[in-house]
């Protein structure tokens, strides 16, 4: 209700030299920013949010689109969450942070096999009233995955995009 997905492709100009990078359904995830004056009055203190990720892979080789779910179970007290998010294949798991005025969301992930990677986003407006409080509508933002190898037929990279509402 309160986020919207998308997709693009086209050229991206990346350095001074002018040299570019092709984009193929990539992906976004958008919504309303909260605002400082929200980011501080939230009062729900728990929340569970749950939803989509969508991203690019790279996978010794292959190269493919995959989607998955992503939630995060997030404490508004402690400023912290619990992650799992389903993604081609594996299940990668972490802690999420918010700044103090929760302006700004991010998360580490691991997975098995010394799979990192992590997250960083915005809480979305409005606030909404959940019955113990008022809390952040949910979560959009960006994901960066890999296996740590540059070896080739082995290297795997992953980026997209999660939305996440309550």
Known sequence: QHVKWGFFMGDLSTSPDGSRQHAHLGSFAAG??????????V???VV???G???GN???GGSVYTSVGTYSDVFDFGTRSGSVTMDFD??????TSFGTSNLQAYTSDLTSEGGFTGNASGRFIAPLVDTGPGL???GVVGAFGLQN?????GSAYRATGTFAVEQ
């Not at 309303?32 to 009055?41: F, K, V, W």
């Not at 294949?89 to 972490?94: E, V």
């Open 52 to 54: 989509h990720a969508v």
């Open 32 to 41: 309303d920013r909260l605002t400082i004056e929200e980011g501080l009055s």
């Open 89 to 94: 294949g594996r299940t990668w798991t972490g």
């Open 135 to 137: 809390s952040p509508a």
């Open 148 to 152: 740590g190898s540059n070896a080739p």
């Open 43 to 45: 009062t729900n203190p």
């Open 57 to 59: 892979v790279s996978n």
């Open 48 to 50: 569970t949010y749950s």
